[in-house]
């Protein structure tokens, strides 16, 4: 993992002990089927919790792996979950989680500790076909409009 930025951090992380309490939860989901973005969204809406925090949880507090669906367009956006955390990286998440929703899928939702490029967190790659995009000091806003662009 690289340097963090010098700018001050601007949101909080998900504490520890709360993500090995989460990565329990879904390591328990993962077990009636893979981890959609569709169940992963539903389960969050009946505990209440922000889906972005299981994202989260299973970047960091588990070894399983998301199912790569990455629809007809073959997109995958790949947020990373850890550090970026403290600059936003969970709003950027959720705003990938609602754009799924609202186009109904076409695209998958990928999350990982590290994308080796802490220093101008938060950081999220849109994967393409033609080449992956990595968005820097991602705001929710210029994911939406990235995942427009890519699924266009
Ligand atoms: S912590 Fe390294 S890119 Fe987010």
Redesign the pocket.
């Known amino acids: 993992?690289?340097n963090?930025p010098n700018r001050s951090p601007t949101h909080r992380d998900v504490d520890m002990n709360r993500l090995a309490g989460l990565g329990m939860e879904v390591e328990e989901l993962a077990e009636g089927g893979p981890l959609t973005t569709d169940r992963l969204l539903r389960y969050a809406e009946e505990q209440g919790k922000p889906v972005s925090h299981y994202y989260a949880a299973v970047a960091l507090a588990t070894e399983l792996e998301l199912p790569a669906d990455a629809g007809p367009a073959g997109v995958t956006a790949v947020f990373?979950?850890?550090?970026?955390?403290s600059?936003g990286?969970l709003d950027a998440i959720d705003e990938a989680v609602a754009q799924w929703e609202r186009r109904g899928g076409g695209f998958a939702i990928g999350v990982?500790?590290?994308?080796?490029?802490?220093?101008?967190?938060?950081?999220c790659q849109i994967r393409t076909p033609a080449g992956t995009a990595t968005l820097v000091r991602v705001k929710p806003e210029e994911v939406a409009q990235a995942l427009d662009e890519a699924l266009a």
């Open positions: 993992m690289g963090t990373c979950a850890g550090k970026c955390q600059w990286a990982r500790s590290c994308l080796d490029r802490c220093e101008e967190a938060a950081v």
